[in-house]
């Protein structure tokens, strides 16, 4: 082997050491920060887990303070406990609106004036209302006296809140031949019963009391006709096709047929009475596929909706052909084809979006409307677009502003002088009382308002739906006019205000503002909203912010400089905003559901219970305040703490890893320390190896030179004893030619001799 190539050997030979050494350096060092990252993410999450607990542990403590809740439900006010229970059911006609005093226990809604005839729905003929029932059947009326809207069933009915505006309705009843009848307090058949086997003038005193009922069961003895005759706005469905099997009555919408004894997926049949449109729908709650009949259909099979799979329900009636039947003030009818021919729909209140009705949208051509009434038809949904409005027939839309077979949307308004009021009523749903009353601007649209409350200076504020502030005293004393909101005119409004500030805020579906308590520094916050029903408000003036739910998602913003602020998403649609100033907690209505989350955006919403089926567009709380100073403390010390010790975990699991990479660093200038030594004393060898081969190659070398020189002087004494050989033989060669060429030429001497001679 040359020196050379032990060289590269011994070179690559610590080339390949150093690198084992900073490999293992290197994966000690990988290891200890695997190991550090492991740390710092368990003691994070410890830490998150102790957050979370406490978060819940303060929830749970802040959400004590809530005792229950108030719902305005369209047709009625709603109080709900903490846990979800029905406590209190109020009439009322129409509201979107609803305030709490606490202290005097008093709840506060607003409604449309029962004797406003243009917005009412038109009642029944008196002999649909006294007919004969069928075996059975039972006849529930909302009045004493057979009197006021009139429910007519012929199943057990576990929950009637399910039933358009059913419960806690009933005031007296009719019962069938053969039928016995019993109605519950409660949903589910449960709480107080009666027992009715005849008619009943007016129910209370015996078991139940009056507009308490809440389910129902029907027991019958003998056979029960299924093919009777129907009247004007009832429907008969059958279990199987052509009308066999059982049989299940109804007259109003119906949202969960699951209520309804056997009835859910089920249909198979279905029978109409006159003037009479049915839509059925393949899921609870007017979802998913539907479909509409205005006729007899005797086999669901192949239908749109299918068989065996309809869960509920709308009833609606159909108006017989012009001329049959006037219209009432207040009431528009609107026409396929013009000269009133084709479809025919009947409305007695504004239409947002036409395509919610089936074969309406784009479709009108003619128009009639009832006495001391308005009606403005226009181009687009939501009253956009080109519009025209109409006081008298119109046999062809062709000619007008806004054309035929265009319109989409539909405001009525009528020339009445009635308008809304102010009703209260106890927190238990008794002493219910009309507190004050303010007159419909004509060319308004017909609703009841907004009322927020002021405690302190003992006043309520009212804005109707032309934009007219009214301020009214908890005593009930007339509504005083204190201002006008400026060019905004709605249908559905909510209010909230800043008691701090004396301001007040509004909002309609499209618009939030504000106003001073005086009516001055008005303006307009945000717009193009486009929200269902009016944009629900709160406001923290103690700490400058105002909240608003739009249907879509829960926002903020600071009073003092509006700037938006999203704080939680809302996934199925929300609705109603209020918040709990002591516990610094919003809650809201989501899918059915109350939830509440912590005002300032942290943490997730939670869910408090759920709520009672129904359109819910207004919410007002029922706090237990006393205690709630003592809860935000509580609830804050945990935080705090958690928040405290989540922290201490953090920066040990930091310290920890410090430490590990500290330790690593040093294995790794250690071993960078022993491998360079072990280089050096690997270099030290490999240098000695080569001054030794340089020595032996020195002396092979010094070796090969004597070697040479002995060669050459043994070479130059053969060459010159080889020369001295060679002289020597030419010395003989040349004597023994000399004689031989001496005897030659002596012949030839003698031949020639002889030749002369001769």
Known sequence: MTDNDQKTRHTGAAASFIARAKDKSNAQIVAANQNATQQQAEAQQRAASRLNLAHAQAAQTLGQNLQGVFLAAQNQVLGVDANGNLTATLPAAETFSVALDPGAKRVYWTQIDKQVTG?????????????????????????????????????????????????????????????????????????????????????GGAGLDNDTASSL???????????????????????????????????????????????NDQISSLRIGPNTRVTLYANVGYQGTQQTFQGDAPNLIGSVVGNDAASSLQISRVTPPPGLLPLQAGEVALYQHVDYGGKVWVFNRDIADFRVYEGL?????????????????????????????????????????????????????????????????????????????????????????????????????????????YSVAFNGATAQRLFQIPNVAAPFWALVLDTVNQRLYWSTPDTIGQVDYDGSKGQILMGNLAARYAVALAVDARNGYLYWNDGRSIQRTLLARFKPQMLFPLKGGG?????????????????????????????QPETVTRLPKAEITGLALLTTTEAASDRLTDAQATRQAAQVQAQQDIAQAHQDATGRRQAAHDNLKDAHTQATAQINDANGRAASRRQTGQQKVQDAHTEATRSVQDANISADAQRRQAHTDAQAHVSSAQQQASQTTGAAQAKLDDARRKKQNS
């Open 361 to 469: 949208n784009d479709q009108i051509s003619s128009i009639r409307v009832g006495a001391d009434t308005t009606a403005t038809l226009y181009e687009h949904v939501s009253y956009q677009g080109r519009q025209q409005a109409f006081k008298t027939e119109n046999r062809h839309l062709g000619g007008t502003a806004v054309g035929s077979d265009t319109a989409s949307s539909l405001q009525i308004r009528t020339e009445t002088t009635d308008g809304a009021s102010l009703f209260t009523g106890g927190i238990d749903g008794k002493s219910i009382a009309r507190s004050a009353s303010v007159p419909f601007n004509r060319a308004a649209p017909p609703s009841a308002g907004a009322i927020a409350i002021d405690i302190g200076r003992q006043r309520i504020f009212w804005v109707t739906s032309d934009g007219a502030v």
């Open 119 to 203: 917005f009412q729905p038109r009642p029944l003929p008196e002999p649909e209302k006294t007919r004969p029932l069928r075996a059975g059947e039972v006849a529930l009326y909302q009045d004493g006296g057979y009197g006021g809207t009139l429910w007519v069933l012929n199943a057990n009915v576990m929950d009637f809140r399910a039933v358009d505006g059913l419960n806690d309705q009933v005031s007296s009843l009719r019962v069938g031949p053969n039928t016995t009848v019993t109605l519950y307090e409660q949903v589910n058949f449960q709480g107080r019963q009666q027992t009715f086997n005849a008619d009943t003038y007016s129910i």
């Open 217 to 263: 069961r029907i027991a019958v003895s003998g056979s029960v006709p299924s093919l009777t005759p129907l009247q004007a706005g009832e429907v008969a469905l059958y279990e199987h096709v052509n009308y066999q099997g059982r049989c299940w009555m109804l007259n109003a919408n119906t949202t969960d047929f699951q209520v309804i004894d056997g009835l």
């Open 575 to 603: 609705a109603g905003l209020a918040l709990d100033a002591p516990t610094q907690l919003l809650y809201w209505i989501e899918g059915g559901m109350l939830f509440r989350a912590d005002m300032d955006g942290s943490g």
